[in-house]
């Protein structure tokens, strides 16, 4: 076995191989759990694993603020819901609520009139 197959694709200068997927963590848990005890009405999205990137898991707040996250599978995510008693969508038969695209088009205005007045406009 090679030094790489023991670190998990991690080369020894702390780098990940080109074409590896970065596995969900334990920060990535304490992220949302902490995400979620901020936030009012919270649901989860999750999203399969692609070729880029491992099955994630969106939390999306009543406001339509949002955050997403790796988690280790389909069923690690759903075993989160539950824990924090949130509903849990499949993001791809369910979509996304349309309250997050309002949240994000609210967010483009905003960062767009602070460009212009930075810019004295």
């Known amino acids: 076995m ?4 023991l670190f998990g694709g991690v080369t020894l ?3 990940r ?3 590896t997927l970065r596995r969900s963590g334990a920060d990535d ?7 979620a005890a901020a936030h009012e ?15 994630t898991i ?18 690690a995510a759903r075993k989160f819901a539950r824990s924090l008693r949130m509903p849990v969508y499949d993001a791809q038969i369910v ?9 994000d088009a ?3 205005i905003l960062r767009e009139r602070e460009r212009r007045r930075d810019l004295g406009a």
């Open 2 to 5: 090679g030094l790489r197959a």
């Open 13 to 15: 200068r702390g780098r």
């Open 17 to 19: 191989r080109p074409g």
């Open 29 to 35: 848990e304490a992220h949302l759990r902490a995400w």
């Open 41 to 55: 009405g919270v649901e989860a999205f999750v999203e399969p694993r692609t070729t880029v990137t491992d099955t």
């Open 58 to 75: 969106v939390l999306v707040a009543k406001d339509g603020e949002w955050t997403r996250r790796r988690i280790g599978s389909p069923a």
């Open 95 to 103: 979509g996304y609520p349309q309250r997050m695209r309002d949240h």
């Open 106 to 108: 609210r967010q483009r």
